[in-house]
């Protein structure tokens, strides 16, 4: 998806995206592994935020980025849906713990 993004990105402006990169490694961010949190801050809620604000602009109107963005919302809840499965079926919480430290100073 990502490599389709920047091939339609390079065929209709002109030139690629150099900000949007994609890491196999862990994110700098976060420290976790590149997989949505679930909170839904990660980088398809970002691009899904992006296309849909696109859209509203009249020189990107006509391209149907409100489709892409509905598309790519479908996959997010569908992956998400998968990774909770997995975490129930392994026996895993779906809530983040909360960290407190008690030596504040």
């Known amino acids: 998806m990502f490599k389709r993004l920047k091939e339609q990105a390079k065929l209709i402006w002109g030139e690629d995206l150099p900000c949007i990169s994609l890491a196999t490694g862990a994110s700098a961010m976060h420290k976790l592994r ?3 949190s679930w909170d839904r801050t990660c980088t398809a809620a970002a691009a899904i935020g992006l296309l849909d604000e696109l859209q509203f602009l ?3 109107s006509s391209f149907g980025l409100d489709k892409q963005a509905e598309a790519l919302e479908n996959a997010l809840v569908v992956l ?3 990774l909770t499965a997995r975490r129930l079926r392994m026996g895993r919480s779906i809530t983040r713990r909360v960290r407190y430290s008690s030596n504040i100073c």
């Open 34 to 36: 590149p997989q949505p």
């Open 80 to 82: 998400l849906e998968a």
């Open 58 to 60: 009249p020189e990107y």
